[in-house]
């Protein structure tokens, strides 16, 4: 049997964060190296909080929680005084006054940022170890191999980068959920959520897994997967009252009570506490769509984040078996530059190569993601940018793994 994908998560749950973790959860050959709760959507506190309460929800406490950064990485480098390096181009004024806190997304997700779900207190602390230098131990655990899912902010990355320059190059890709190129933002007009809470994150991550930097593989550019691509994933009431009723309904009788060990398939209990988890989701969810509705985009939820995540690990596992099978292994990475305008496909997504960074000073554009489509600036392309998605494909493979639940059980 293959070993199993080493995968860092860095989230902010959030609705649609939840549906990735619940995607997770359902993942039998993922070694969760660790899951970043960043602040974002509601405050880190409250994300932290919400991250371990959805595990502890599926009896998934033995998965480490690793608090992340409090404030956007402008405000940070601010805080720390002037004999700090602060970011390129984040030299400008943000911090606001005492007391003053960023700006969060409760009105999409709810004050605590689960809608209308109640989570259990968390039952085991978070981990000691901070979310940066959780980055940087799981790359240098697994060199070459680690999967990074950025569903949030890209802030703990950043300072990761601080900590060990080195990583773009020890890992093996890395997935962002974030930005909008040309195209109507969803948090001011032209900027999507993550970028905009903190903008100089995401250019310094870019910038140092641009492969003319970093020396990394140029064909394992980082991917990039904006909202004009994701929008098109929309969770109905419809799907949702499906993956619950399946969730609900007796066993089939398809397990035999003489299989062998491990066990596939839920125990009562082990169906009951995942139904109480989708029971929670769905009422997280009742929340999404009443916020898509009151925003004029009908009685339905967009649901960024399990793609990116479903994405990246199916996009792993299908290099793993080209890896394994090819008479020539083809996972070598090459030196060559992919020139600006590359078309390629990902797992559900067609992709386009193109030189990307943010817009950082921008009066009324701050957080914008620029793409050169067209090679004004004479770069080589350092993002994959999925430019279209599979999403009825998607959502019904979402809804079946989300129905059955996790195939192992780890009540503890
Ligand atoms: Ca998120």
């Known amino acids: 049997m293959p070993s ?12 649609d964060d939840a549906l990735a973790l619940g995607y997770l959860l359902c993942q039998d050959d993922v070694d ?15 994300v932290v909080a919400n991250a371990q309460g959805w595990l502890e929800l599926a009896g998934r406490t033995d998965i480490p929680i690793h608090a992340g950064q409090s404030l956007p990485l ?20 943000l911090v606001e006054p005492d007391g003053a806190e960023p700006e969060y997304a409760d009105l999409t997700h ?5 809608g209308y779900a109640h989570l259990p207190a968390p039952s085991v602390p978070t981990s000691s170890v901070s979310a940066a230098q959780a980055w940087v131990d799981a790359a240098r655990t697994h060199p070459g191999e680690l999967i990074g899912v950025v569903i949030g902010p890209a802030t703990n990355l950043a300072l990761a980068l601080d900590l060990d320059p080195e990583l773009p190059r020890l890992m093996r890709r890395l997935f962002i959920m974030g930005g909008a190129f040309n195209y109507r933002g969803n948090t001011h007009p032209t900027t999507e959520w993550n970028v905009t809470f903190d903008p100089e994150s995401t250019a310094r991550v870019l910038s140092a897994f641009d492969p003319s930097h970093s020396g990394g593989a140029p064909d394992h550019l980082p991917v990039i997967a904006p909202i004009e691509a994701t929008e098109a994933l929309e969770m109905t009431p419809g799907r949702l009252k499906a993956i619950l009723g399946c969730a609900s309904a007796p066993d089939n009788g398809t397990h035999r009570s003489d299989a062998p060990l491990p066990v596939v398939g839920r125990s009562a209990a082990g169906r009951n506490r995942w139904d109480d988890w989708l029971t929670q989701m769905a009422e997280a969810l009742r929340f999404y769509f009443e916020f898509h509705e009151w925003d004029g985009l009908g009685y339905i939820a967009h649901i960024h984040d399990p793609f990116v995540l479903a994405c990246a690990l199916e996009w792993a596992r299908e290099h793993r078996r080209r890896a394994t099978s090819a008479a020539v292994d083809d996972s070598a990475p090459t030196n060559n530059p992919i020139p600006n305008g590359t078309r390629g496909t990902l797992p559900w997504a067609e992709t386009i190569c193109a030189p990307v960074d943010i817009e950082l000073t921008g009066t009324l554009t701050r957080g914008e993601t620029v793409a050169d489509w067209l090679g004004r600036w004479g770069k080589e392309a350092n993002a994959e940018i999925i430019r279209t998605i599979d999403a009825q494909l998607f959502l019904d493979h979402l809804g079946e793994t989300l129905s059955k639940g996790p195939h192992h059980e780890h009540d503890i």
């Open 110 to 114: 709810g004050p605590n940022g689960a």
């Open 32 to 46: 969760i190296s660790g899951i970043a709760a960043s602040g974002g959507n509601v405050a880190t506190a409250q």
């Open 74 to 93: 402008a405000w940070t480098a601010s805080e720390r005084g002037p004999q700090t390096a602060v970011p390129a181009g984040a030299e400008h004024e």
């Open 4 to 15: 199993e994908l080493p995968l860092f998560l860095d989230c902010d749950p959030g609705i």
